[in-house]
C-alpha cells in the first residue's frame, strides 16, 4: 500500500523519494528483521540511509533483553524528538516508528512516554508495516502488538538478489522463532511468542534465492534454532540436522552455522550432522548461564552442570575440533559465592573459544523479578569481572593455538587498507588477510601468523590447502583438545 500524504516527498522527477533510517539493537534476528522490514519498506517506496537526519521515517529496532538495552531506546528518542522538531521546522514531516522486543513489551506505554512515537509495532506483525504506516500518514498514533494468526514470513516480500547482494557473502536465515522455555530470568517468550518453525519449503526457497546471489555462508537463526522441526518432502519429520543436511546439498553454500541453541535440544541427529556435513562449521554457540545446579534449576534451564559437560563430550566425539561459545549471567537471584565458584570451574573445564556474559538484570513480568535474595550490584560486578578475565583467557588460549596453522578463511570484504581483506576462520573469529590472498566470496587457506586483539592476522598469500580450494578443509589433527 502506498500513502501520498504528508510523508511522502516527490522529487522534480515524480519519483518518491522517501528514505528511512533503520537502527537495529538486540541480537541476529533483529538484524534480519530489519533486513526484511527495509524490503518492505523498499516495495513502499521507501530508500534506506544511514542519515538519521535525511530521513521521512526512523524506524527503532529494539532489545528488551536487559534493562540498559531497553533504556537506550528512550535515551534515543529523546535525542529524536529535538531532530523531528528541527524538521518540522524545515516543514518536513517525520515519522518516528518503535519495533522489535521493547516494542511487544511496552506497547502503549511507549508512545505515552515517548509521544514523538508514531507507531509501535512488534515482531510478529511487521508485514503490517506498510499499511500501518498508512495510518500513521493519515494522522493516527498505532500499536500493533497483536500476535497475528496468519505466517508473517508469507506476507513479507521474498527476498531478492539485488537486495542480497548488497549485504555480501554472509547472510542470516530466521527458520524458526519464539521460545516456550521459560528460562525464569527471560523475556524473550514473552516478546517473541511461543516456538514456531518455518516450513522445510519456505526456508529451502529462500535459501536458494540467497545461495544464487552469490552468499556463500548462512547462518540460521532461532531463539531455540535446535528446537526447529519439520518435515521433509517425502513427509517424514526431522529436526534441525535434518534440516542442515538438506541446506548443505544447495550449490554455492561452502558454510552453516545456527544460532541459538538450546542444551535440551541438541539430538542425536543434530550432533551427527556436525561429524558428518564439512559445511557445518565446527563452531557452537551453547549457553548454559552458571555452572551452578541450584541456580540452573532456579532459572528453570531444566539441566545440571554435568549434563552440559556430558553433552560437550557427544559433540567433540563427533567434531574434535569444535569450537565453543556460551553465554552467563552473574547475580541471578539467590546466586551466592560458592554458586559462583561452580560457574568458574565449569568455565574452566570447557575452555571456551569465545563468550558472552552479563550481570543479572530484572525484567518486569519475569518469575525472576520477583524472586528473594537479589544479589548486590557491587557484587554482581566484581563477579562479572572476574568471569570476564578468565573467558578472555581462554579465548586468547585459543586464538594463539591457531598461529602457525593453516585454516580456511571466508573472505567477506575489504580491510581498514588497500592491500588487506577481512574475512572469518571457521570458529567466527575475523582473520585480516592479504587481498591477494583471494576474492569476497573465495574460501582460501591462509596461515595464521599472529593473533591482534580481537582477530587474527594472516599477512601470507594463500598456501595450498590439504583440500580443494572452496572447501572448508578440515585440519588433520583438533585444533584443542579441550577438556
Ligand atoms: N535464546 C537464547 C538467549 C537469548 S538472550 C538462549 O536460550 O540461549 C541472550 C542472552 O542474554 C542469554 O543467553 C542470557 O545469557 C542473557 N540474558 C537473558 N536475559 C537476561 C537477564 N534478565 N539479565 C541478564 N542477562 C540476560
Ligand atoms: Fe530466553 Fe531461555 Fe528461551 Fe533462551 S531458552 S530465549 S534464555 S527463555
Ligand atoms: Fe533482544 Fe528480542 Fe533479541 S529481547 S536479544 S531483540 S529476541
Known amino acids: 500500500m502506498t500513502d501520498t500524504t504528508a510523508a511522502t516527498r516527490p ?84 515519522r518516528v516508528a518503535v519495533a522489535g522486543c521493547v516494542a511487544q513489551a511496552e506497547g502503549q506505554e511507549i508512545i505515552d512516554r515517548a509521544p514523538v512515537v508514531d507507531l509501535v ?35 513479507l516480500p521474498k527476498v531478492t538478489a539485488p537486495q542480497i547482494r548488497t549485504r555480501g ?55 531455540n534454532v535446535n528446537g526447529w522441526s519439520g518435515q521433509d518432502e517425502a513427509g517424514r519429520d526431522i529436526g534441525l540436522g535434518g534440516l542442515l543436511r538438506a541446506l548443505a546439498e544447495i550449490p554455492g553454500f561452502a558454510r552453516l552455522r545456527y544460532t541459538t541453541s538450546h542444551p535440551r535440544d541438541m539430538d542425536d541427529d543434530l550432533i551427527a550432522a556436525h561429524r558428518d556435513l564439512p559445511a557445518l562449521m565446527p563452531y557452537l554457540h551453547l549457553p548454559v548461564q552458571s555452572g551452578s545446579d541450584r541456580i540452573l534449576k532456579a532459572m528453570n534451564r531444566r539441566h545440571t552442570g554435568a549434563d552440559y559437560l556430558r553433552l560437550l563430550d557427544r559433540i567433540r566425539q563427533a ?32 575452555r571456551y573459544a569465545s563468550a558472552f556474559s552479563f550481570k543479572y538484570s530484572a525484567r518486569p513480568g519475569t518469575p525472576g ?6 544479589v548486590d550490584e557491587a557484587v554482581k560486578s566484581e563477579r562479572l569481572q572476574r568471569l570476564q578475565t578468565l573467558l578472555r583467557e581462554h579465548q586468547v588460549d585459543f586464538a594463539e593455538s591457531l598461529v602457525g596453522r593453516d585454516i580456511d578463511v571466508l573472505v567477506e570484504k575489504p580491510g581498514r587498507y588497500p592491500h588487506q581483506r577481512v574475512g572469518r576462520s571457521p570458529f567466527l573469529q575475523p582473520v585480516v588477510l592479504d587481498a591477494a590472498a583471494g576474492e569476497i566470496g573465495d574460501i582460501v587457506t591462509v596461515r595464521i601468523e599472529s593473533t591482534l586483539p580481537n582477530s587474527l592476522l594472516a599477512t601470507g598469500g594463500a598456501v595450498p590447502a590439504a583440500e580443494a580450494r572452496h572447501r572448508n578443509a578440515v585440519p588433520a589433527e583438533p585444533i584443542r583438545k579441550i577438556a
Not at 528514505?19 to 530508500?47: E, H, W
Not at 508495516?129 to 493516527?140: I, K, M, S, Y
Open 121 to 155: 509495532i512488534g515482531p510478529q506483525t511487521y508485514h503490517r508495516l506498510p499499511e500501518a504506516l498508512a495510518r500513521v500518514a493519515r494522522g493516527d498514533k498505532v500499536v500493533e502488538t497483536d500476535y497475528a494468526v496468519e505466517d508473517k514470513f508469507r506476507h
Open 11 to 94: 522529487d522534480e522527477t515524480g519519483i518518491n523519494t522517501r528514505k528511512v533510517f533503520i537502527k537495529t539493537y538486540g541480537c541476529q534476528m533483529n538484524v534480519y528483521d530489519s533486513q526484511r522490514m527495509g524490503d518492505a519498506l523498499a516495495r513502499d517506496g521507501y530508500q534506506p540511509t544511514e542519515v538519521i537526519e535525511d530521513a521521512d521515517l526512523v524506524l527503532l529496532n529494539t532489545c528488551h533483553i536487559r534493562e540498559r538495552a531497553a533504556e537506550k531506546i528512550y535515551s534515543e528518542l529523546g535525542r529524536i524528538k529535538l531532530l523531528k522538531a528541527e524538521k518540522a521546522e524545515q516543514g518536513v514531516e517525520m
Open 369 to 374: 523479578a520477583t524472586m528473594d535474595d537479589h
Open 169 to 223: 557473502v554472509t547472510a542470516f536465515l530466521t527458520v524458526q522463532e519464539g521460545c516456550d522455555k521459560f528460562c525464569t530470568f527471560c523475556v524473550v517468550p514473552y516478546t517473541r511468542g511461543s516456538e514456531v518453525s518455518r516450513p522445510l519449503t519456505q526456508i529451502m526457497g529462500e535459501a536458494r534465492t540467497l545461495a544464487a546471489a552469490g552468499v556463500r555462508e548462512v547462518t540460521l537463526l532461532g531463539q
Open 319 to 350: 567434531r574434535p575440533d569444535i569450537a565453543l561459545s556460551g553465554d552467563f549471567i552473574v547475580g541471578f537471584p539467590g546466586e551466592t559465592d560458592a554458586d559462583f565458584e561452580d560457574t568458574m570451574e565449569l568455565v574452566s573445564e570447557v
